[in-house]
């Protein structure tokens, strides 16, 4: 198999690829049991909300009848009967700072949600990633146990000829050895890489699984205003405003409200009616605990938001320079190394045919170029996972994929 071809198995993706990326992840993400039980999670909170806005307090039947004097003896007992409505009236806004309440942690839900579909998202593309790493890696380390193999067989007919030694044809054996043991851990890795996409996708056909085979792009200018528009930075910033909320409702709740009564009804063979007002006395409970707890959760919650903005920002400037770095050095290897290293295996492959290389100088030029290749294996992995890393920091991921709501419709992603 010729330089170039080698390179080309190690590096490509296979040509029977079906699937297209995008399609690959929305399907994915869209399947994904966290994600639906997400959406399940937040149409719970939708009914919340919709409870709340109807939360008012229902009105109280009571009927009373009592006879006056059926204990004392007397036969002219009076008789009382009343039938009453009592109403608690919301004089303080307690229904209201329910909605509020609600309505935030509706947001938080939504915010969640597009979090763990970003999260799925980022996991299945870097698991692909890894995959086709690992599954070129294999491929080329077949090739390459096939080529010693040859070599193998090429020296013990130059030993038997007496061209070369003993030792120096064990060393053909050893080496084809070596490349079988390396064959085999790749396989363990391309084993391991494949659960991890299997984890995320039902997709289990992995001849239909999508290449990665794009070209890296320059970065994009991203302002870092937009880093607040982050599903993570998002939630944060929304479980504090809902914090903020229970502060309010609980304020609220502190203050009695009052219950107004009507009554109707006969005594004595006349008719009467009743009103009444009660008005909870707050003495035992003045609620001022509730007030403090509420209060010291949502200075956590502006304190955990503070932090996860800061992580964010920090996440996305050094996930733009990694990026930088990763792709310069791939084009750099794409434009000088590939080339090169094809001349230099044709170039030792025959001088050790003809002789003007021994097997061991064969071998170290042989694993040289091997190891080069690997390295370019690792190299594209790494510009992968910074590419896919800043796509996901920056908040850009969906628009790459052509996904903006395809997914569930994120209306709060960075346009």
Known sequence: M??????????SATANDRVDLATFVRDAVAGNSAVLAAESSLHAHVERRAGAARSYDNPELSIQTEEIGAFGGSHHNERRFVVGVAKQFDLHGKRQARVTVAEAQQLVAQAELDTLREATAGELLNALARWRTAAARARLLEAQQEAMADFESLAKRLRDAGDISHMEADLATLALAETRMRRAAAETERSVATEAVRRVTFHDDMVNWPTLDFDFPPLVQTPRETISELPVVRAAMLRARAASAVVGEQNRNRRPNPTLSLGV??????????????????????GAHAVSAANADATAAARDSDDVARRALVRFEASAQRYRIARHAWQQWLSDGVDSLG???MLARRSWEAGELDPRDYLAHVESIAELRMQALDLRHAAWEAWFEWLLAS?????????RG???GNEHGSQ
């Open 2 to 11: 010729g330089a170039m071809a080698l390179l080309w198995l190690a590096l």
């Open 265 to 286: 009804g006969r005594e004595a063979g006349v008719g009467l009616a009743e009103l009444g007002v009660s008005v909870p006395l707050p003495v035992l409970d003045r």
């Open 343 to 345: 001349d230099q295996e």
């Open 395 to 403: 908040g850009r991921w969906e628009d790459w994929l052509g996904m």
């Open 406 to 408: 395809k997914i569930g």
